[in-house]
């Protein structure tokens, strides 16, 4: 089915208590490159999500009961099991999602490679011991699962975002209710598939498909048997989800909108800040969190890196992403391509210039062409908001302490970048910058190793790293006295 190896890997039912689902409606999933119905998916809605949750409920004393070695072994199966069909996956993301088979494979690699690493953290969730305020008393802080943990995520990295997410929840001895985005469910489908045959317990994990999303993300968010909520989409979703989910005080964690700058100082390496900057931005056709949204560009620089930009994206290819040789897939939908026009033509009115691409390939396709603007200023639709297309908007500046300013006036803060070769310079604006994450003369920063996350309104909470377990357990203090 739909071109796979293994055709078991297409499933189009809930999984949830180990069972797959079906209901009495379904919606189609698509393909953004030509349109054509995939497959047809359950549509759940509140009820579906309550069992879920009641599935995760009863199953989470006894796999928070296993060891840390016993839950690491069964997930580092899972782990193998996703690299062993990367083909599959990739070929079923990019089916569904739209982005190049070879970066969909990258994105299946990358999913897995936190399954792995949070498989070993597992066995490294540490307490502490603590001199006690006298000698008959000893102090000690032991951590321990939160408990039931529901989560939403977007359509733009339909495996990686719940691969993040589920894999730091059952290494901290949680459990996981997941609703996928409506466009990208088959991605979710497929790793339940294989979760399940590396032996990961009923009612451990469970993914809810629905077109519903208000219905559903009422029970993840305020249901008092979930305790902790997580979510990667939009700003003005988020503050909706973290509304609904105080009414029973949950833990949350939050990976929200960017508005990422890239800085390209006079003593960069041009040819590097280019590739870097190809890397940050191009990817998913533009249409990630983190990716480059406004590109500051040093007065001395200007015209010969715009040069060196618009020669690098006129090789890149836009096409089916199943097609050799395609870097740029098509944008998620109508609206999306819709929203991108219109930030360019508004921008274009205020006086800033198109000086490659600046439209879609036709009128009747998804496919956007990579867009070079130039002239244009920090106020400009194009730099104030999140574009999510493949539209490169170059801005002039002339002073180290001026950009820093133009970089952190936003309210967004998940990711930055620059180049630049001075070391004073180097330790002054990755200070200065007000983001969670900064990269320095690379464009590509995120690993399951680092921390990955936001500040101001671009989140909370870290995924990935050490300090992305913290976020799935919770800290206990002992006071043993009588000693």
């Known amino acids: 089915m739909l071109g796979l190896s293994d055709k078991a890997l297409v499933r189009t039912g809930a999984f949830i208590d180990g069972q797959w689902c079906d209901s009495d409606e379904s919606f189609a999933v698509t393909n953004p490159a030509n349109g054509d119905t995939l497959v047809l998916v359950a549509n759940h809605g509140a009820g579906g999500a309550e069992k879920a949750v009641a599935a995760a409920h009863k199953a989470f004393k006894a796999w928070a009961a296993k060891s840390a070695g ?21 070929r079923l993301l990019t089916l569904e999602q739209g982005k190049p088979l070879a970066e969909a494979k990258g994105e299946v690699a990358y999913g897995a490679s936190y399954i792995e690493w949070f498989a070993e953290e597992a066995k490294r969730v540490y ?45 901290a001895g949680c459990t996981f209710v997941v609703k996928p985005a409506a466009e990208t469910p088959l991605s979710a489908l497929a790793m339940a598939e294989l979760a ?7 009612g451990v994990l469970n993914v809810i498909t629905g077109k519903d999303s208000k219905a559903i993300g009422k029970v993840l968010t305020e249901d008092p ?40 100082f006079d003593d960069a390496d041009l040819d590097a800040a280019v590739k870097g900057l ?60 819709e929203k991108v026009q219109g930030l360019i033509s508004d921008s274009v009115s205020q006086g800033a210039k198109v000086v490659a691409g600046g439209e879609a390939v036709d009128k009747d396709s998804l496919f956007f062409k990579p867009t070079v603007m130039t002239g244009v200023t920090n106020q400009m639709p194009v730099a104030s908001e999140e574009i999510f297309g493949p539209v490169v908007p170059l801005i002039a500046f002339d002073d180290e302490q001026q950009v820093i300013d133009m970089a952190n006036d936003t ?45 101001k309104q671009s989140g909370n909470g870290r995924e990935g790293s050490r300090y992305g377990l913290d976020d799935y357990l919770e800290c206990k203090y002992l006071c043993m006295g009588g000693i």
Not at 130 to 145: E, T
Not at 319 to 333: A, K, N, V, Y
């Open 127 to 171: 307490g502490d011991t603590i001199p006690a305020p006298s000698s008959d008393k000893r102090v000690l802080v032991i951590k321990q699962p939160v408990g039931v943990v529901s989560a939403v995520t977007p359509w733009n990295f339909p495996n990686a975002m719940i691969a993040r997410k589920a894999a730091a929840a059952l290494a």
């Open 70 to 90: 016993e839950r690491a072994s069964l997930m580092r199966k899972w782990y193998e099991l996703m690299m062993q069909h990367q083909d599959d996956l990739g």
């Open 411 to 455: 309210d967004f803060g998940l990711a930055a970048y620059f180049y630049a070769r001075d070391m004073g310079r180097v330790w002054r604006v990755a200070e200065g910058l007000e983001y969670g994450m900064v990269g320095i003369n690379e464009g590509a920063i995120s690993n399951p190793a680092a921390p990955f996350g936001g500040v």
């Open 225 to 264: 048997r979930v305790r902790k909520f997580t979510f990667t989409g939009s700003t003005q979703v988020g503050k909706v989800l973290i509304s609904q989910c105080a009414s029973t005080v949950k833990k949350v964690s939050m990976e929200l909108g960017g508005n990422a700058p890239f800085i390209v």
């Open 278 to 337: 190809l890397a940050s931005k191009f990817r998913n056709a533009g249409q990630t969190c983190v990716c480059a949204n406004r590109i500051f560009v040093h007065q001395k620089v200007y015209q010969t890196f715009s040069e060196k930009l618009i020669a690098a994206v006129a090789d890149l290819k836009i096409g089916d992403g199943l097609e050799q040789g395609t870097t740029i897939g098509p944008l998620i939908s109508s609206d999306a391509l």
């Open 196 to 202: 399940q045959r590396a032996g990961i317990p009923d």
